[in-house]
């Protein structure tokens, strides 16, 4: 889910193509989180990633995923902090509770428009 939401970020502008392509090939899962009203992905960028970095520090195209179980979705933002740390940020679009939700391997597309998985049997 994570790369799904990395490259729809990516086609934000070049730079954040650029930001996406050296996390995708190199970055570093460091850890996962869910706080019950979405989940927080620390990417380690890798060599060379911290320049990148620091360029931007949050994405500002409108992401979407649905996600199975999961009436709204979420909206999903891409942090850059100082230290090359690379924040994934995805919330609960409606008021959801996502802690019943394994990310790591629910169904989910990436959309243009907050919204149910439509094979949702929630």
Do not use: C
Not at 28 to 54: A, H, L, Q, Y
Request: hydrophobic share 40%; glycine share 14%.
């Amino acid at each position: 889910m994570e790369l799904a939401a990395l490259e729809a970020i990516g086609t934000e502008s070049a730079e954040w193509a650029a930001i996406v392509d050296q996390l995708s090939k190199r970055g570093k899962v460091r850890s996962r989180g869910n706080t019950g009203g979405g989940i927080f992905v620390e990417i380690e960028p890798g060599p060379g990633g911290t320049e990148i970095v620091r360029k931007r520090q949050v994405s500002q195209k409108d992401v979407w995923l649905s996600v199975e179980r999961l009436d709204h979705g979420l909206g999903i933002i891409l942090h850059l902090k100082g230290d090359g740390i690379a924040l994934l940020e995805g919330y609960a679009v409606g008021l959801e509770d996502t802690l019943k939700i394994d990310f790591e391997r629910a169904r989910f597309e990436v959309t243009n428009k907050p919204g149910p998985l439509a094979t949702n049997d929630s």
